[in-house]
């Protein structure tokens, strides 16, 4: 499966190496990602749900490698979000374990001891220590996850290990995902090439039982822990933590990124450092692309939607009113219909309860003004409005002629596709 | 229509007065309600945005009528609700004119024009002052209210008012419900009986175009503005604040409370008259009546939820976890699908960012307790959980073991049929 890519030509340009059709936001073609120097793949069937598809991945990492997380906000976090949290104090990372199907969440005490089993066997086929070993599950919550199938398979994984197995690493920690995600960037630092790999996982945002959101990115630049730690946090911002696909937020949610620090440039030790910038540019953009295809995954969903809001008192507020926006039921349901009706988006600004003026907002469907002036727009054109969320893309920009607040958030619509998925998961 | 509330031989024991079935959730039978001594109620149909239906209702109100009311919290609130809020400094009222079909909302500096020119023809009907009319207007945003045609029919409607026309009262004021709204009950003040009626529509919380809440409640105690005041804010808290379909907020919601003080009892001055007792708890039992009956009509509703909170630390943190389950999609979908799915309880419970502890809090669904101690519950039955959630009435208890703070609301399931009313209204 390795490839090396020092025989392609062009960096820049990634050649296309697959080409499926499964939802109807799915990519029409993946990347292809590129070794890293150190990082070996591998996946395995340990049977934890089902018994014919691959549900375990381990990433064996090299020496040195730096490791950063962002994790879910919910109170009720899983046993491996907490484990994950604490193994950052080391900023050291050296092996990635993750299966599907459990997410080894409310499990109570035997939860928490089913991570250390985990960490600690992997530690051990890897070579390393537990506290450099980071742990991700998900599927289903509440059931005892069958640590003995996954401990059962981590020799032959530690040893089958190849370094480009992206697509397959993929394909083994999706739950109700209809297709895998991957990306990919290089960045220029100091002059030197470094490369970015990125897989996720998620169906929604949402959901501690099939869909929660998992992200594991790589790359070879050489940067402090803490360095690191900063840039992750920003590129989740307008990435991860801007997409929503129903409101509901995962108990297990986990970005990590680590890097190998095996790129020819110096070590970057500051944040302020201007060598960051275009991998800063990059790292942002994989993160970016990674979240659209969870959003164009999403549960039922038919469209794409992006809610832009400007001219808000504050970047919190153009937030909190986009985020009203995309999260609300009656809007997505619109947009489903192809139905322009931007009262559901008068109405989600309003029970927002940040600052916003009746008379002062404009709101646009694509490049159709359809409210201004606290009235439908003046050239306000039905039929134009109703081509505008027609399409697979549809763009909600409200200007709440307020202030410079501005943010942008990446939601799906409401299918009946959703209702189905999620009336019956379980049964 | 009339019918002497004093032939009765228990106004305790409301006569039904008619049986339909229409939504799975509708009550089988409404109440019978009496007349209010110079109350008058009369529909018409003034074609606004069918032609066959009747789309107003006037009623006309005695001299020294007393109101009261309650308003949407949405920052774009339309132009009838704005008029409401400020004639109510005023405490008094002779009329109230509502038109389904159209909500005048987001109709700019016409739409408060179109209030203002409805109340003063509203006035001269009745022989009034403008600023004792009252206005709620429901059905389509943005688009013009179509005044001329209801004034056109208010000569004939104040004279042909009747006091017993509640049932065609709460029936001209629907718009996607698919049954009237009525509640009656009987009071004690000071020993002499007190009549309580109200009717209200809705069919979520929802929308500004079609769903809006609307509810409007009648009494023939004596009751001061102030006093009248504080008795609604207090009833609406446990009724129609403690209720949610879709999340969504209307910009239009209204609940009046008009009192006539044509009871015998000498007047009630102070909020903490102790002769309120009973008025005060029959308030609440109509306000939660119709509360309820709106959640029953939900769209596409076919569960009835009551989720109720308990030992959180405060009784907002109470209501904020407990709203977040009754919002979740994921919740609502697995309860519609008959899934005993207590890891989306979690979840709910952990995305709403109030003080919670994994491994003290307990879920119960029915009678079945489903999770403690951070993991499923010891004695936990598959089929006697899935049991609680498969019939038309379902209750989620959380006890989240910290303190002493504790909510309940009510909500419905979220099904197809919530996709496909929503998702095609305006097309």
């Known amino acids: 499966m390795a490839r090396k890519e020092a025989k392609r030509s062009s960096a820049k340009k990634p050649r296309w190496a697959l080409k499926i059709h499964r939802a109807p936001l799915a990519p029409e073609r993946y990347p292809w990602l590129p070794a890293l120097e150190g990082v070996t793949l591998a996946t395995g069937i340990a049977g934890i749900r089902h018994r014919d598809r691959p549900d375990v991945l381990l990433v064996s990492l090299p020496a040195n490698t730096r490791a950063a997380g962002v994790f879910t906000r919910s109170k009720t976090a899983s046993a491996p979000v907490e484990w994950c949290r604490r193994q950052l104090r080391g900023g050291r990372a050296r092996a990635l374990i993750v299966n599907s199907g459990n997410a080894n969440a409310f499990t109570g005490r035997a939860g928490v001891d089913a991570v250390r089993e985990v960490a600690k066997a992997t530690a051990a086929a890897v070579g390393a220590l537990a506290s450099e070993v980071f742990v991700a599950s998900t599927g289903v919550i509440g059931e005892p996850l069958p640590v003995g199938k996954i401990i059962g398979i981590l020799g032959r994984l530690a040893r089958d290990g190849s370094d480009g197995a992206w697509p397959a690493a993929a394909r083994a920690i999706m739950t109700t995902d209809t297709y895998p995600k991957v990306a ?191 009235a439908r727009g003046g050239r306000y054109d039905e039929a134009a409005a109703t081509r505008a969320v027609s399409g697979r893309e549809v763009n909600i920009a409200v200007d709440l002629g307020l ?25």
Request: glycine content about 8%; some cysteine.
């Open 403 to 427: 202030g410079k607040g501005r943010a942008r958030i990446y939601t799906c619509d409401l299918t009946e596709g959703y209702i189905r998925i999620n009336g019956s998961y379980r049964s």
């Open 184 to 374: 990919t960037a290089v960045a220029t630092v100091d002059g030197h090439r470094v490369r970015i790999n990125g897989i996720a996982k998620g169906s929604g945002m949402i959901a501690p039982d099939m869909a929660t959101l998992l992200s594991f990115v790589f790359t070879d630049a050489n940067i402090v822990a803490p360095v690191l730690q900063r840039l992750l946090r920003e590129a989740a911002e307008p990435s991860f933590n801007s997409i929503t696909v129903d409101s509901d937020t995962s108990t297990s949610d986990t970005l990590l990124l680590f890097a190998t620090g095996s790129a020819q440039h110096q070590p970057v030790r500051r944040a302020s450092d201007l060598r960051l910038a275009d991998f800063r540019a990059k790292l942002n953009a994989v993160l970016l692309d990674l979240a659209q295809q969870v959003v164009r995954d999403g549960e039922g969903a038919q469209k794409l939607i992006t809610v832009e809001v400007t001219g808000a008192t504050s970047a919190k507020s153009a937030r909190s009113v986009a985020l009203s926006i995309a999260n609300s039921p009656l809007v997505k349901t619109a947009i489903a219909g192809g139905d322009a009706n931007w009262g559901r988006v008068v109405m989600a600004i309003g029970k927002a309860g940040e600052p916003a003026d009746r008379d002062k907002l404009a709101i646009r469907f694509g490049d159709q003004l359809v409210a201004e002036k606290g």
